[in-house]
């Protein structure tokens, strides 16, 4: 996870917050991704960028906003948390043209009461 | 239908023993990929081996090698030698469609929690 960072490691949220979730790298990958992992259900890609300046939906859109306006970092938001985003969210890169792997940040637990 | 499918949800395997976690896809597309990722006990995400679906022979990484069965769709992990550091959760997953065309998502199965006894 070397040259991921995500912030901040875990967070309590109140129902009806906003949050930003923080995904920074220093790898210079042009795509990142954002997972939420749920028990039972595996890892699920909520949005993704191929390059700064876009932004795709992923299985698992709705609630949650994201921008990309430099290559190196790639925030994702809730507008107004409910309690089933309570999760563990993963921050994945990956360089396009050179290998097929994406690499994971350490995660954030999120839970919203 | 489930794209991945790993229909182990626990194993539990002696030390120094081989062990296979199994997966099975599910996709229409000539392209595609598989990874194996390793999750322990702290949280991370760490890749361990990469199949491309055109790929002639199966993949290796040191003790890890994948059984890729192309006509049975599937993509077995191979653990060599178990140690107790591999007891972990493992996920398989699947990238549809060519690499580095802009399709990089993937898509997991459930895991595998597997668990190396001494």
């Known amino acids: 996870t070397a040259g991921i960072t995500q912030a901040p490691t875990s967070q309590i949220l109140a129902a009806g917050r906003s949050m930003t979730l923080r995904c920074t790298q220093d790898?210079?990958?042009?795509?990142m991704y954002w997972y939420r992992q749920d028990l039972g259900l595996g890892l699920r890609l909520i949005h993704y960028?191929?390059?700064?300046?876009?932004?795709g939906k992923g299985e698992v859109p709705d609630g949650y906003s994201v921008s990309r306006a430099n290559t190196d970092d790639f925030p994702l938001t809730l507008a107004s948390a409910v309690p089933s985003q309570t999760s563990v969210y993963f921050c994945?890169?990956?360089?396009?043209?050179?290998?097929?792997?994406?690499?994971f940040g350490p995660g954030t637990r999120l839970t919203v009461l | 239908a489930q794209k991945i499918t790993q229909t182990q949800p626990g194993m539990f395997v002696q030390e120094k023993e081989a062990v296979t976690l199994d997966c099975t896809y599910d996709?229409?597309?000539?392209?595609?990929?598989l990874f194996w990722y390793k999750q322990p006990s702290s949280g991370e995400m760490i890749f361990l081996i990469y199949?491309?679906?055109?790929?002639?022979q199966n993949a290796t990484e040191g003790r890890y090698s994948l059984n890729f069965q192309k006509a049975r769709k599937s993509a077995n992990l191979v653990i060599s030698a178990s140690q107790l550091g591999d007891s972990a959760m493992y996920f398989c997953?699947?990238?549809?469609?060519?690499?580095?065309?802009?399709?990089?998502?993937?898509?997991f199965g459930t895991g595998t929690r597997l668990t190396i006894i001494p």
């Open positions: 994945a890169t990956k360089l396009l043209w050179d290998t097929d792997t994406q690499y």
């Open positions: 790898m210079r990958h042009n795509a």
């Open positions: 960028s191929n390059t700064a300046g876009t932004t």
């Open positions: 996709t229409s597309d000539p392209s595609y990929g």
């Open positions: 199949q491309g679906s055109y790929d002639q």
């Open positions: 997953a699947m990238r549809e469609g060519p690499a580095n065309f802009g399709n990089e998502k993937l898509t």
